[in-house]
């Protein structure tokens, strides 16, 4: 366990479908990403968060809808989600989201999604 | 427009056989370039951080350097056990504001 725990590891739903994906650190960290993983691409930033703050929206659909209750949780709200929205979802978190000296971030094992 | 790149794209090769991967980069305002590793079915692992040209790191069998364009992971008598995705990331800083650019990878097999 690297400290960030994402649930479920698997889902698969429908287009007409509500669910939600889940992430939870205990490393003190401040900050939180969800990123998004499909095959032969790059990984690709979705959402920031910095104090429970969303300071970033990278031009993500609205069928995507990102909640941070607190510092150590983050959620990934999905809705009417399309064939293509299938991918590894990932969440991460890293000690601030800007200034200080660069840190690693600390990633989840991700949550494998199929849209059918 | 901030890229990363990694080459090749896949490797093959023998146990004991060493090599080099490969990440070029252009960024404003680099902050950083990280490697990661990634094992099928999770997250990536974080390995190193570089924060400047000439600076090298090392991890048993894994040797980073940095260079102002880009960076390489050279892998010495590789075992199978390394077999995995490597990832190139660069931090950039911008207006109160850092992102982690990530390349698409270099999947690496290590055959016994």
């Known amino acids: 366990e690297t400290g960030v725990t994402q649930t479920p590891r698997h889902l698969v739903m429908g287009m007409t479908n509500k669910k939600s994906l889940k992430c939870e650190q205990h490393l003190g960290h401040n900050a939180m990403y969800w990123y998004k993983q499909s095959a032969k691409k790059p990984l690709e930033l979705m959402f920031v968060?910095?104090?429970?703050?969303?300071?970033e929206n990278n031009s993500v659909p609205s069928r995507f809808s990102p909640e941070c209750p607190n510092s150590s949780h983050l959620f990934l709200h999905l809705h009417t989600l399309q064939p293509e929205d299938s991918a590894l979802y990932l969440c991460?978190?890293?000690?601030?989201?800007?200034?200080?000296?660069?840190?690693?971030?600390?990633f989840g094992s991700g949550t494998r999604l199929t849209v059918v | 427009e901030d890229q990363v790149t990694q080459s090749p794209e896949a490797l093959r090769l023998q146990e004991g056989e060493s090599s080099s991967l490969n990440c070029s980069y252009t960024v404003s305002g680099l902050r950083g370039l990280f490697w990661y590793r990634q094992d099928p079915g999770k997250g990536p692992e974080f390995l190193f951080t570089?924060?400047?040209a000439g600076e090298e790191k090392e991890k048993e069998r894994l040797k980073a350097t940095l260079t102002k364009k880009e960076s390489f992971l050279h892998i010495t008598a590789p075992k199978p056990e390394d077999s995995a995705t490597y990832l190139c990331a660069v931090r950039r800083v911008q207006g109160g504001s850092e992102k982690l650019v990530f390349g698409k990878g270099t999947k690496l097999t290590v055959n016994p």
């Open positions: 968060y910095s104090l429970e703050e969303r300071v």
């Open positions: 991460a978190s890293s000690p601030s989201h800007a200034g200080g000296p660069p840190m690693g971030y600390t």
């Open positions: 570089l924060y400047s």
